[in-house]
């Protein structure tokens, strides 16, 4: 696994973008606002079907074993849909 310092080492910190008005600023700031919260809704979604899930699998009888395997599961599933 590579450290942070490794990861940076090729990255241009300050690369040479050219200047966008404050108007152009703003509305690229509101798109990605917008981005971040349409992808907290399905976040939040997907982990509160996830809690209804694993409260059904509890009242149908699973062991504590099962229910941590299948909480992890479908948290690295959402995990990796959220990363990628």
């Not at 990861?7 to 241009?12: E, Q």
């Not at 703003?26 to 349409?38: A, D, P, T, W, Y």
């Not at 509890?58 to 599933?77: M, V």
Request: aromatic share 12%.
């Amino acid at each position: 696994m590579k450290s942070f310092e490794e990861l940076m080492k090729d990255i241009d910190i300050e690369p040479d973008y050219p200047d966008i008005s404050d108007k152009e600023a703003r509305i690229r700031l509101q798109v990605f606002f917008n981005g971040l919260e349409v992808a907290e809704k399905l976040h939040r979604k997907w982990i509160n079907n996830l809690s209804f899930q694993v409260n059904k699998k509890a009242l149908e009888g699973c062991q504590g074993k099962d229910l941590i395997r299948f909480y992890n599961e479908s948290i690295g599933a959402m995990l990796d849909a959220f990363i990628f």
